[in-house]
Nanobody
Framework: QVQLAESGGGLVQAGGSLRLSCTAS????????MGWYRQAPGKQRELVAT???????NYEDPVKGRFTISRDNNKNTVYLQMNSLKPEDTAVYYC?????????WGKGTLVTVSS
């Protein structure tokens, strides 16, 4: 069974930065498009950013220009560099495959941005 492990979350002030990591096990990671998703309190989970197996990236409007997704296929890891964080970025962040989140959800990593 595929396992996803997210890490790197924490408490940060508005304007600060965090770098999230997600490591996948038991899959041929390099051929899978991956995405970062987030779920804020009381809201549905939403897509944040995606990266294809070839490294092409795409971002949802709320994070464009502030977040950067990248991957290291040798480490089976996808990253999310988050800069200029805002209180509305507060959420639990998850990674999964894209466009279909087919790998089963990990526990996520909590990001809290204080104003």
């Amino acid at each position: 069974q595929v396992q996803l492990a997210e890490s790197g979350g924490g408490l940060v002030q508005a304007g600060g930065s965090l770098r999230l990591s997600c490591t996948a096990s038991r899959i041929i990671f390099s051929i899978i498009s991956m995405g970062w998703y987030r779920q804020a309190p009381g809201k549905q989970r939403e897509l944040v950013a995606t990266i294809t197996s070839g490294g092409a990236t795409n971002y949802e409007d709320p994070v464009k220009g502030r977040f950067t997704i990248s991957r290291d296929n040798n480490k089976n890891t996808v990253y999310l560099q988050m800069n200029s964080l805002k209180p509305e970025d507060t959420a639990v962040y998850y990674c999964n495959s894209h466009p279909i989140a087919a790998l089963g959800w990990g526990k996520g990593t909590l990001v809290t941005v204080s104003s």
